[in-house]
């Protein structure tokens, strides 16, 4: 049978998502709780590989097992054997043509950025810290350059496999509470490193280094050099992957993530 989980995950101290031989990565620590339970190897499918120290709390996958379990075991007794930073929230049966990757319709990602002279302690590894103030109706007014389908090979890494650079953004925001910058973006799929090197360049033009127009200058010059370095990895998050119907499954809590 194949099973769909949803998972919430701390990415600090993982090598990414990716199952790599000799390190710490969610694939290798979730299989390894799973193949426990389903008594036999078990490979994960997932949504969106994340990045090392990105953090998810919609992450959804599926893998196929012979093991008869009920459902709920899925969920407790995997969870039982993960570290505290790795969690499954639901567990669902689902048939043969769903695929976690390839059947999912729109992804969306959750940037926060810790705006403040101090740098923070606690949160050091949850958010992103930038200390010179940032002006949220800048990076709101060069978001809307963002939106639609779209070349975006100014925000794709060198490292990017994937075939094509076109992608579709369909939504974008940006939100202030108290000391946090809230950035969110959805679109039909991203490209490797995508976000972080948006939220790059929306920081510049929220600094006051570039006008809002730029972004646009950026996306047309259909090249990474055009576009701000890279954001760092902590303040990213996966909160939810959408598929088609019947394949409606539960949201993630819509909580601040701090």
């Known amino acids: ?105 729109a992804r969306r990602y959750r940037y926060i950025i810790y705006n403040h002279p101090i740098r923070p302690a606690i949160l050091s590894t949850r958010a992103t810290w930038h200390y010179y103030p940032l002006e949220i109706e800048r990076m709101r007014e060069a978001g809307k350059f963002l939106i639609g389908e779209q070349d975006f090979s100014s925000f794709r890494s060198s490292q990017c496999n994937s075939r094509s650079p076109m992608r579709n953004v369909t939504e974008f925001s940006v939100n202030k509470h108290n000391n946090f910058i809230i950035i969110e973006i959805q679109a039909n799929a991203f490209l490797h490193h995508m976000v972080r090197n948006i939220v790059g360049t929306l920081m510049k033009i929220g600094s006051g280094n570039k006008e809002p127009e730029w972004m646009k200058e950026v996306l047309e010059a259909r090249s990474r050099r055009a576009a701000a370095e890279t954001a760092p990895a902590d303040g990213l998050y996966l909160t939810r992957v959408d598929y088609p119907e019947p394949y409606i499954f539960p949201v993630s809590d819509d909580m601040f993530l701090i």
Not at 44 to 67: E, I, K, S
Not at 74 to 103: C, E, M, Q
């Open 1 to 105: 049978m194949r099973i769909a989980l949803g998972i919430e995950y701390n990415g600090y101290g993982f090598y990414g998502w990716q199952a790599q031989r000799g390190l710490s990565t969610i694939q290798g620590a979730l299989e390894d709780a799973l193949a426990i339970v389903a008594n036999e190897p078990v490979f994960l499918f997932c949504a969106g590989r994340t990045d090392a120290n990105v953090h998810a709390t919609g992450q959804v996958v599926h893998f196929d097992t012979h093991a008869k379990r009920h459902i709920d075991a899925w969920i407790w007794g995997t969870n039982s054997h993960l570290p505290s930073s790795i969690v499954v929230k639901w567990a669902r049966h689902v048939d043969y043509s769903f695929h976690a990757r390839f059947k999912a319709t």
